[in-house]
């Protein structure tokens, strides 16, 4: 057989593969679409339109998700960013502030992302309603950093959370309590994504209500729901309409995410006249954060490249600290007007990730989500700024929650700043094993927070507790081993020391 007929067979039966694959994705697309409909006939009238939205927007994700071979990014086209695209913060500070602080203030808009739930950390309900400093919550203390704004410069900052199907009805009876503060408080909810089953890729549900057996057939798809969702909500017109120019987005969990009027003065007047469309705040890589997306040039364009899109070759070459030295933060800001035009050009593009779970009954599941940093290629003139360490204070778990509710970190009007006493600005470790895990087992093993100012690094495991007034200095790990306990004495000064064995403080 000549060469040339092989490679026309071998091409032809190619081609019979992928128009067979085509096929099996049209009939799919279509018993989706069937199944989708089916849902929403069963939405009652006040839902229908909100729901009929959210599942349009499942139907595009959906398609996409088929149409897409797999996460990976090209890897030989990633490369480092040009030196002007990712600023040192220090020299946006250096511009200074303009005269009218109050004009440019007025111009913007904070969002929270507030969808996810306080599971991880042994709560029932909204994470942002867990207490981590002096009785006051994630929100409180949101609110009172912006109540400060408004009434420091004389403006009118809103605050806006972006809710799920799962925070929304406890937030919305908490703002009560906001009444008076001098914030305008709005929500609006994300959208209300069908799982879908992983071997038949049909949605689980079989109708739009979400207790019973379909608690868990919905998922909220992640944060970069946050364009079309604030979109459907009319808060981006409205807020347009009031001559508002930035959102700046963060995590409602990340206590250094504090309205920076450096970062928004370089977006109001920039230096070149260009307007910035998306800034993401971006911060240098620990060891401890080698999993975080970091931002690459990639086909001309600023790209967050996240740990999922990596091949599994390269992983290792990925988690890097010095050849992708910084990641993102998740501390964004990006223009009303971009993402209106963006929007309705239907022209922002964020990679999918695929999330598998297992439902409680054994089921297995995916839900495809995106992550609203992704957007950055979709926007014009876009910036990375290298912020410092303290504008990313994440609490994910009872260790990031001693941090801040320690002597480490002073309080003022609802923002948290390293206690000048500590004489070097890094943070220390900390691991608290899973005797700690929820935050009521937590509280009941501390009688009052250790001074940790002079803590390098803290390791506990195992059955611990800690008396009043204890001191942390240096390296200090504490194991107790299975079936023993430890009681570390009210008054104790731990430097540099191991303990393990049992050791029990008891009354007579």
């Known amino acids: 057989m000549s060469r040339f007929v092989r490679d026309l067979s071998k091409a032809m039966s190619q081609d019979g593969a992928s128009q067979f694959q085509e096929v099996i994705r049209q009939e799919l697309e279509l018993s989706v679409k069937k199944e989708l409909e089916k849902i929403l006939t069963t939405a009652p009238s006040h839902e229908f339109e909100h729901t009929k939205k959210d599942l349009d927007g499942f139907r595009k994700l959906f398609h996409r998700f088929l149409q897409e071979k797999g996460p990976s990014v090209d890897w030989g086209k990633i490369q480092r960013p040009p030196e002007d695209s990712i600023q040192p913060y220090e020299k946006i500070k250096a511009r200074g502030l303009p005269d009218n602080i109050s004009s440019v203030l007025n111009k913007l808009v904070v969002v929270k992302l507030n969808g996810g739930l306080g599971t991880s950390m042994g709560c029932k309900g909204p994470k942002s309603l867990i207490g981590v400093r002096n009785e006051n919550t994630f929100l409180d203390l949101t609110v009172q950093q912006i109540e400060h704004l408004n009434k420091t410069y004389n403006t009118d900052v809103p605050l806006v959370l972006m809710n799920s199907f799962n925070t929304d009805e406890d937030t919305k009876k908490i703002l009560q309590k906001y009444n008076h503060c001098r914030v305008k408080i709005y929500t609006f909810n994300q959208s209300r994504y069908p799982r879908i089953n992983k071997e038949s890729l049909l949605p689980v549900a079989k109708n739009v209500s979400f207790s019973g057996e379909n608690t868990e057939a919905w998922y909220p798809p992640g944060h970069g729901d946050i364009y079309a969702s604030f979109y459907n909500s009319g808060l981006l017109d409205t807020f347009i309409g009031e001559g508002k120019e930035y959102i700046f987005v963060s995590n409602i969990d990340n206590l250094g995410a504090t309205v920076d009027l450096y970062i928004l003065n370089h977006l109001m007047n920039p230096p070149n006249g260009k307007p910035c469309e998306f800034v993401m705040e971006v911060t240098n890589k620990t060891r401890a954060d080698v999993k975080g997306g970091t931002l690459t040039q990639y086909e ?61 009954g054994g089921l297995n599941v995916i839900q495809l989500e995106t992550a609203v940093g992704a957007a950055i290629k979709s926007f014009e003139n876009s910036l990375g700024i290298n912020v410092p360490r303290s504008r990313f204070l994440p609490v994910k778990t009872t260790s990031d929650l001693l941090l801040v509710m320690s002597n480490l970190y002073s309080l003022n009007a609802g923002s948290l700043t390293m206690s000048e006493k500590r004489e070097f600005p890094t943070v220390p470790l900390v691991k608290l094993g899973s005797s700690f895990t929820k935050v009521q087992d937590y509280l009941r093993r501390f009688e009052s927070i250790p001074d940790m100012l002079e803590l390098d690094h803290l390791t506990v495991s195992g059955d611990v507790t800690f008396g009043k007034n204890v001191s942390l200095k240096g390296t200090v790990i504490i194991i107790a081993n299975h079936g023993d306990r430890i009681d570390i004495p009210p008054g104790a000064v731990l430097e540099n020391k191991i303990v393990s064995g049992n050791l029990r403080i008891l009354d007579h």
């Open 300 to 360: 001309g364009k600023l790209r967050l490249v996240e740990i999922a899109q990596v091949p599994k070759a390269h992983v290792d070459e990925f988690k890097s600290v010095s050849k992708f030295k910084i990641f993102n933060t998740n501390n964004l800001w990006i223009s009303l007007a971009a993402v209106k035009r963006l929007q309705e050009q239907n022209a922002i593009d964020m990679e999918i990730i695929v999330n598998p779970k297992t439902l409680d």
